[in-house]
Nanobody
Framework: QVQLVESGGGLVQAGGSLRLSCSASGSIPKTNAMGWYRQAPGKQRELVALMPSGGTTDYADSVKGRITISRDNAKNSVQLQMNSLKPEDTGVYYC??????????WGKGTLVTVSS
């Protein structure tokens, strides 16, 4: 069974930075994609960044230039470095793993609050 655990959320002022981390455990195929989604109250869950084990990383247009995703394939972990944060970045951030079969795994989420 695959489990994902996020950490690093918290309260930060606008313009500040946070670094989120996600660690996956269990039997994980080497061909996969890991990334981050977020959901604000009353809004749909949206892509932040998704990084495959190979290929092109996808970023939401709203975060390009401010947020960078990275991963350590050997450790099955992924990080999200967030800079120049804005109040609209507030939400619950979820780590996601998707494998070639299409099966998805989600963490429980970590709350990011950006104050203005």
């Amino acid at each position: 069974q695959v489990q994902l655990v996020e950490s690093g959320g918290g309260l930060v002022q606008a313009g500040g930075s946070l670094r989120l981390s996600c660690s996956a455990s269990g039997s994980i195929p080497k061909t996969n994609a890991m990334g981050w989604y977020r959901q604000a109250p009353g809004k749909q869950r949206e892509l932040v960044a998704l990084m495959p084990s190979g290929g092109t990383t996808d970023y939401a247009d709203s975060v390009k230039g401010r947020i960078t995703i990275s991963r350590d394939n050997a450790k099955n972990s992924v990080q999200l470095q967030m800079n120049s944060l804005k109040p609209e970045d507030t939400g619950v951030y979820y780590c996601k793993l998707i494998v070639l079969s299409g099966r998805e795994y989600w963490g429980k989420g970590t709350l990011v609050t950006v104050s203005s």
